[in-house]
């Protein structure tokens, strides 16, 4: 998961994700009402194994391995929120984000002058069609890279060209993200 991913699962969270194993297992055991079969099925284990991860039994307690631990994420970030993420996600596509970064800027210039790419910080206000924009992509399986064309071309008409009031015909590339948070609301 890229920058501009983590950026944009953070924004559609109000509350952090759980961070260990046992909080996750946890929270999908409520998810499931309890049932250590149906997150055996949704982890692809046996319901014994999910059995011997929450007991509260010492000696009979085994840690799930680096496979499932990763597994027992994914399960929980796909579960984690869908509600304020559908509400959240429908408040950026309406109103609009804030987008914060850290990153190589440059414009098409003759070395040396001004205009060499250099590290900025930028926050700007992007519109809910970029917002759109975004979501599509992300949701079509587009990659880092894809999603940076859609956020350098956002970021170029709203913070270098002012919305097309200045710098006409300036290309902008946007490269070396160092730091991406969105901020909704």
Excluded: C
């Amino acid at each position: 998961m890229g920058q501009i991913e983590q950026g944009l699962e953070q924004a559609l969270r109000t509350r952090p994700v759980p961070s260990s194993t046992e909080a996750r297992l946890r929270f999908l055991l409520a998810t499931h009402k309890g049932s250590t079969r149906k997150v055996a099925v949704v982890l692809g284990v046996s319901q014994r194994t999910v059995q011997r991860w929450v007991t509260k039994r010492p000696g009979a307690r085994r840690p799930p391995g680096s496979l499932h631990v990763r597994a027992i994420e994914e399960a929980v970030l796909a579960r984690w929120q869908p509600r304020v993420r559908a509400r959240r996600r429908a408040q950026a596509e309406a109103n609009g984000f804030v987008f914060h970064t850290r990153a190589r800027f440059g414009f098409a210039a003759p070395a040396g002058s001004s205009d060499d790419p250099r590290v900025r910080w930028i926050t700007q206000d992007l519109s809910g069609e970029v917002a759109r924009e975004l979501f599509a992509a992300r949701d079509a399986g587009a990659g880092e890279q894809q999603q940076t064309v859609i956020l350098a071309r956002a970021l170029g008409h709203a913070y270098f060209r002012d919305r097309g009031r200045r710098a006409h015909g300036l290309h902008v590339s946007f490269s070396d993200v160092e730091f991406a948070d969105f901020s909704i609301g």
